[in-house]
């Protein structure tokens, strides 16, 4: 074996170390490591065009930096996971073993993209496209059973962004059919869930059933308890979940829901690190939150002429309020 080689292998397992302590605990300091080790191994190959392994590097460091731009959207990480995976993809012509896991894997990045990047509809196509070629995929494969769940999820943003009420009682319909599967007997629960709940949010926007607000508020919190705590998915569950919190608290004006709401604030600004587009918002709003919550106990106070207390809280208010502008 050359030098070449030995360090490639080398820096590949260590880079599949890495990737597997980031699935079991989702560390960002794991993830980052396996980013490194990859690229490291992707040097060692980067001049033998004929390398028989060069696929497979190319895959590896493709989902690192995949993984990494879920937990860090600002990153260039996505475009070059997209890059190298069509390059793999190019590599594994038809008939290659690996080529329904590398199709499977463009697909989902593709997605990611389309979800978080304004829904560019080529993306989309290239998706349905991607997913809907019937002999790709073996039947009853995790890659058949993946490449359902990218259309269920494609389905559900198309749905969703179109605002139409009959294509939404469609979709919640058949989203309906699939959550009352056993969370063992179908694949990956929380996205699934995560599916439904988003659907009845967006169909309560539309009809303004309070049937639809509660249904979705009970789905994203299965959802939420079928993650790990530190995965990257939670974020999109607890968006939706925030979204109907809030409805729910300005029908009933019930503080418990606020009260819910600041949890979820805090517990999104872990998963979004500094620098992260959507930060400034979520930390202004959940001051906002915060500061309602303490003028709603200073009030309380109030009525009961505990004016001391009322006033500590409402100044605790001011101050909260202030942090947002400084």
């Avoid at 560390?27 to 690229?39: K, N, P, T």
């Avoid at 925030?242 to 019930?254: G, K, N, P, Q, T």
């Amino acid at each position: 074996m050359s030098e070449a080689s030995s360090v490639l292998v080398h820096e590949t397992d260590l880079g599949q170390t890495a990737l597997l302590r980031y699935y079991k605990q989702y560390h960002i300091e794991d993830i980052q490591e396996a980013v490194q080790y990859f690229e490291n191994a992707y040097a060692q190959h980067e001049c033998p065009l004929n390398y028989p392994y060069r696929a497979a590097v190319l895959v590896n460091l493709a989902e690192a930096k995949f993984m990494r731009c879920r937990t860090d959207p600002t990153s260039a990480n996505l475009e070059d996971s997209i890059s190298l995976y069509r390059r793999a993809l190019e590599l594994r012509r038809p008939g290659h073993p690996d080529r329904p896991a590398t199709v499977l894997q463009l697909a989902q990045a593709l997605l990611f993209r389309y979800e978080k990047q304004g829904c560019n509809e080529a993306d989309a196509d290239e998706v349905n496209k991607l997913m809907s070629a019937s002999h790709v995929f073996s039947e009853d494969s995790y890659e058949r059973q993946a490449a359902d769940l990218v259309l269920e999820t494609l389905e559900r943003c198309r749905t969703v962004n179109s605002g139409s009420l009959a294509e939404l009682d469609t979709l919640v319909r058949k989203l309906e059919l699939g959550a009352k599967v056993p969370s063992n007997g179908y694949f990956n629960a929380p996205q699934r869930l995560i599916n439904l709940s988003t659907a009845l949010w967006r169909r309560y926007e539309e009809r303004g059933e309070l049937s639809d607000l509660n249904r979705s508020s009970e789905i994203s919190k299965q959802a939420l308890q079928l993650l790990h705590c530190r995965d990257p998915d939670r974020l999109s569950g607890l968006k939706t979940l925030h979204s109907v919190l809030w409805r729910l608290f300005e029908i009933h004006a019930d503080f418990s829901y606020l009260g819910e709401l600041i949890g979820i604030k805090e517990e999104a600004l872990q998963l979004m690190p500094e620098g992260h587009p959507e930060r400034l918002y979520w930390v202004t709003n959940l001051n906002s939150h915060r500061a309602k919550m303490l003028e709603s106990l200073g009030d309380k106070a109030f009525v009961t002429r505990k004016y001391d207390e009322a006033i500590a809280f409402y100044s605790r208010a001011i101050v909260v309020l202030q942090s947002s502008t400084s």
